[in-house]
């Protein structure tokens, strides 16, 4: 009896067809039939996800394999889906977020020409199927070709503007960077091949196969896959093409850069849970650099004036956090955040999108303010977007981030520490941009003024729907201390993540000691904020940044280090290359056969003299060959 | 007398005859010294036809008469490529007015 998840195909197949029908009919399709080809398509995948989300609930997991990918000698790749409870909540997500982007887009990309509209379009569909790809694959390479394919619309996407030559260097800086980290996730899928000579998640997962792999096969897969996600999702040392990526379109940013691309590589760990609980070492790195990157990151978003590049800052803090959460073993922590960060990263970037088309292109938040008077439907949701990402008590953020956080006092209270303070800066830039945005008196241009309004509908909508998520979406995740079995997401989540948890041992704080924390940083977040919001509501920082601050919002020169580093020797290296291998060696030795060819033609014509006397001379010669061949060879 | 003697002689008359076809300008003295071959290898064959007789004469008193009959085969081919030689001769005498060689090169086109 065939099970009728098998159907799974259709989530990433309806897609697909919208990447084909408006990639080739892009010259000849309607603004109108495109943008709901687009929507249409990611819309029918929703609903495919949410049939799919029922019959997981109702207990019906199931890998569909589909045909045989790579057969060769003992290695068998099948092209297969695994529909359990991790991929059908990012199923979930993708369509869900991906289909309230897309109808954003059909309002906000509106200026385009429909040849560009079409391709804008059939790019983001052609993204969502990757991603699809990427969290239903029953193997790392399935994973693997959706990783690729989300990095290539990527880089699509943000050079879609392709006219202008700095977004073409951000999306190849997106590419590069990414690829790197494609390079250790390769390695690391070879790794497995070679120990185990199996990649799908059912087998490598097993403790029989597991224990065929010894401590220091397990560290370094992990820590190459590790690798692979610092390059996808934006973590110290390859966070640097995030902020530049904000040269795509908005919705683009919000998509790729908030909800999914980026959410990749905490799906890739949360997935491998199993591997990653057996080697505490790379736990501990991925704390680290996740809690370091957390920290650094919301350091410069302080400084940052664009609009859009705050929030990207922004997400490669509350990325720091995810990965944080995973290094400390609370890996539902990590889904429940990429879950509620999709809403309200989204949701922000959205309706940052909004402010900049009422602004007419204009992103520097020095120049706007006092837009609460011409926005009403975009400023409550930013609004709510902020005190979500805050984490105040209520909203979704709340929830997801502290349970991250209660995580690592489990872990150690210097991790606790750390957190709180980064999570106290976060609500501190967040309500920064609000006030400097939204509050106070505008300081634009006279005919910017004139051109303030709200946003139509289509980018309303998606707006509203994504700001009640934001708050309801935390109440799946009540945690224990406060309700007792109501945290529907660990408990649905709890097939997949059953192994780690016998693994690691429980990571449970007292119920005293929760609150506390709670309160705590609650309180906190709270202060925070009023002094955010009345700080910049009266004076806004106009100027530019000095002393330590003119540091941060240089980024802390990290981008300068890299240059100088890695990227001039680098090009320096194939200068030469070029001008001494490439010139002088192959050339050489390629035009050098050619003249040998001219040159020996030449001589060799010189034999037709039409003289019959040589051309009997040469007879002979070769009668004289033949006879001497006969005499001595016939010993 | 033993064969070698007739072996050496054959062999420097062919050779003497060769360098005459490869260095000689006039087309007849050309002519004459394929004609030298041919008389060379005629005198080998009969050199060898007696040899195989002495040899065989005990069992076979009519033994190593194929020599001495290619012989006669020879000679008539010579005498055929002889007549025609000569006849092409004639027709480049009377096209280029000498009989040197060297003006023999329409080949080269």
Redesign the interface.
């Known amino acids: 009896m065939k099970n009728v998840l098998e159907l799974a195909y259709l989530v990433p197949l309806f897609p697909l067809l919208g990447f084909l029908v408006n990639g080739l009919g892009r010259k000849s399709l309607s603004k109108s039939l495109i943008g709901i080809i687009g929507s249409g398509s990611i819309l029918a995948s929703f609903i495919v996800s949410i049939w799919i989300f029922i019959q997981v609930k109702n207990g019906n997991t199931h890998t569909a394999e589909y045909f045989n990918f790579i057969s060769v000698g003992d290695l068998r790749i099948p092209f297969a889906f695994q529909i359990d409870q991790l991929s059908c909540i990012f199923l979930l997500i993708i369509t869900g977020v991906g289909f309230l982007i897309h109808v954003y887009s059909t309002s906000y990309m509106h200026d385009e020409k429909s040849e560009h509209f079409a391709r804008y379009f059939a790019y983001l569909n052609l993204f969502i199927f990757s991603m699809l790809l990427l969290v239903m694959g029953a193997n790392f390479v399935i994973m693997f070709i959706g990783w690729e394919g989300v990095g290539l619309c990527s880089y699509l996407l943000i050079g879609f503007w392709f006219k202008k030559t700095e977004y073409n260097k951000a999306a190849n800086k997106a590419f590069v960077m990414n690829r790197i980290g494609d390079l250790a996730f390769l390695i690391a899928i070879f790794w497995l091949i070679q120990r185990l000579g199996t990649v799908s998640y059912s087998e490598v997962f097993l403790t029989e196969n597991l224990r065929h792999l010894t401590q220091s096969d397990i560290t370094g897969i992990t820590l190459l896959l590790f690798i692979g996600a610092t390059g996808k999702s934006a973590q110290i040392p390859l966070y640097t093409w995030l902020p530049d990526a904000m040269a795509g379109p908005t919705p683009v940013s919000a998509l790729i850069h908030a909800a999914t691309m980026v959410t990749a590589g905490i799906y890739m760990i949360a997935r491998s849970n199993i591997l990653y609980s057996n080697s505490p070492l790379v736990l501990n790195i991925i704390s680290i650099i996740g809690l370091a990157t957390a920290l650094l990151a919301a350091t410069i978003a302080l400084k940052q004036n664009d609009i859009k590049k705050v929030l990207a800052y922004s997400t490669v803090s509350q990325l720091g956090y995810m990965f944080l959460a995973l290094g400390t073993g609370s890996y539902v922590a990590a889904v429940f955040h990429v879950m509620t960060h999709a809403f309200f990263k989204a949701l922000l970037f959205l309706g940052s999108g909004s402010v900049i088309h009422a602004m007419g292109g204009e992103q520097d938040i020095r120049k706007m303010g006092g837009l609460k008077k011409y926005m009403k439907i975009t400023n409550i949701t930013f609004l709510i977007g902020c005190i979500a990402i805050a984490g105040i008590p209520g909203f979704s953020g709340f929830f997801s981030k502290d349970e991250i956080l209660a995580g690592a006092f489990g872990k150690s209270p210097v991790f606790y520490i750390i957190g709180l303070f980064t999570a106290l800066l976060t609500a501190f830039y967040m309500f920064r941009l609000y006030a400097t945005t939204f509050n106070g008196k505008f300081r634009g241009t006279h005919d910017q003024e004139h051109h303030l309004h709200e946003s139509p509908m289509a980018i309303t909508g998606p707006l509203i729907i994504l700001a009640i998520l934001s708050i309801i979406g935390g109440y799946i995740g009540i945690p224990e201390y406060m309700a007792h079995g109501a945290h529907a997401l660990r408990d649905f989540l709890s097939p997949v993540f059953a192994g780690s948890y016998t693994v690691l041992g429980p990571n449970e704080l007292s119920h005293d000691k929760e609150w506390m924390l709670t309160g705590i940083s609650t309180v906190l977040i709270l202060i925070t904020v009023v002094y955010a919001w009345n700080r910049f509501t009266k004076k806004p920082e106009l100027g530019e940044a000095t002393g330590f601050g003119k540091v941060l919002a240089n980024k802390w020169y990290v981008d300068e280090l890299y240059d100088k580093v890695i990227v001039t020797p680098l090009n320096k290296f194939a200068g030469f290359l070029d001008s001494v291998i490439e010139r002088r060696l192959i050339d050489g030795v390629v035009n050098g056969v050619g003249r040998l060819v001219n040159y020996s033609s030449r001589q060799l014509r010189l034999l037709q003299s039409g003289q019959v006397g040589s051309y009997v001379l040469l007879m002979v010669l070769g009668m004289l060959v033949v006879f001497v061949l006969q005499f001595f060879l016939r010993k | 007398m033993p064969i070698n003697y007739y072996i050496f002689l054959s062999i420097a008359l062919f050779c003497i005859g ?1 360098v005459g ?2 260095t000689r300008r006039n087309a007849i003295i050309i002519f004459m010294c394929i004609e030298l071959m041919l008389n060379a290898v005629n005198l080998l064959f009969v050199a060898f036809s007696k040899m195989h007789h002495l040899k065989m004469a005990t069992v076979n008193a009519s033994a190593g008469t194929e020599g001495q009959l290619f012989v006669f085969f020879i000679m008539v081919v010579a005498a055929a490529e002889v007549s025609v030689g000569l006849a092409i001769i004639v027709m480049m005498y009377r096209n280029i007015h000498s009989v040197d ?2 003006f ?6």
Not at chain 2, 104 to 109: A, F, G, Q, T
């Open positions: 060769i076809v490869l060689v060297n023999l090169n329409r080949l080269k086109h």
